[in-house]
């Protein structure tokens, strides 16, 4: 998908035009929410997410916005970065716009975390959570569950092997012959 926009530059959903080099320099080294993020974690980040990047009319990348989402039910946008040079040509408003307009993810719950008082994404049609006592954050960093689980380790916590999971009751004159 492409989408041009205001003065040339345009908006596309091509992961391959993506300088993952460059918006991990952005992102790690210029954002407030992610500063010093590692390089691999940007990178499979990108693999795993719907990615679109801003171009100038020349084709260099000047922004970036990542959305993650399973495209049927939710999509988180974060990492929405326009580069210092292209700002205040409303680019940002654009880049944001094609995010949450993209076929994969218009008619879906859409969701965000950002300082307070960024009116774009109020002008967007972002606002306060309908039911914010309904979220909850996890930041302990390691495995589910890892002090309560009885599960050998590389198992899901939640999925109990059947030679470590209770026996389950029998129902009375079960395993009788009758």
Do not use: K
């Not at 391959?16 to 790690?28: A, T």
């Not at 408003?93 to 879906?108: K, N, Q, R």
């Not at 950002?114 to 954050?137: C, D, H, K, T, V």
């Amino acid at each position: 998908m492409r989408i041009n926009g205001p003065h040339g530059y345009w908006v596309s959903d091509d992961r391959s035009l993506i300088d993952v080099r460059l918006v991990h320099q952005w992102i790690s080294g210029e954002s407030y929410w992610a500063a010093g993020r590692p390089y691999e974690v940007m990178a499979r980040a990108i693999e795993h997410s719907l990615v679109l990047g801003l171009y100038t009319a020349a084709g260099a990348q000047a922004g970036f916005a990542r959305l993650v989402t399973d495209r049927s039910t939710f999509a988180w946008l974060c990492d929405v970065f326009v580069d210092a040079a292209h700002r205040g040509n409303g680019l940002g408003m654009f880049l944001v716009a094609a995010a949450t307009d993209h076929p994969d993810v218009a008619g879906i719950r859409q969701v965000l975390s950002a300082e307070p008082g960024r009116s774009i994404y109020r002008r967007l049609g972002f606002g306060e959570f309908a039911s914010p006592q309904r979220w909850m954050e996890r930041t302990r960093p390691g495995p589910a569950n890892s002090e309560v689980s009885s599960a050998p380790p590389g198992i899901a916590p939640w999925i109990t092997p059947p030679e470590i999971a209770s026996p389950s009751p029998q129902a009375p004159g079960a395993g009788r012959e009758g």
